[in-house]
């Protein structure tokens, strides 16, 4: 299965779809290399900052190994509920990926010699502003 990956650097998010199996084992916290992942981020250091699994749960890093666990949870991560003093029992995956983890969210730690819009070319095409059709002249 492939790993979604989401690259951040200053504000701007690149999207990339590797079968690598390097990943798997790693846990969330942790610094990689950039050329595991694809040849052409040689040089960048990446933190594996979250990740969420198949059903959409995410992996905490307060959960050792890789199974699922019920946290009661209140204020912060993975609470988007507004009301005061509400405490809720949410489940959360360890913070290892495994083969069972689909998207995984990296930030850049430590800038290659190849500036990612050049990396990613197709994603940093100007998106063009769509124009109105024109009522045809009766």
């Known amino acids: 299965m492939p790993f979604k990956l989401n690259i951040s650097d200053k504000g701007k998010a690149w999207k990339l779809e590797t079968e690598s199996e390097f990943l798997i084992n790693k846990s969330v916290g942790e610094n990689i290399s950039g050329k595991e992942i694809k040849s052409e981020l040689e040089g960048y250091e990446l933190e594996i900052t979250g990740a969420s699994d198949m059903a959409g749960f995410p992996h905490s890093i ?21 009301r005061e003093g509400v405490r809720l029992r949410k489940t959360v995956r360890g913070k290892i990926i495994s083969q069972s983890t689909s998207q995984i969210n990296l930030s850049v730690v430590k800038q290659g010699s190849k500036p990612l819009a050049e990396v990613f070319p197709d994603q940093n095409k100007i998106k063009e502003e769509a124009k109105p059709a024109e009522a045809p002249a009766a």
């Open 62 to 82: 307060n959960v050792e190994g890789l199974g699922l666990k019920r946290l009661l949870l209140k204020k912060g991560w993975g609470m988007h509920d507004k």
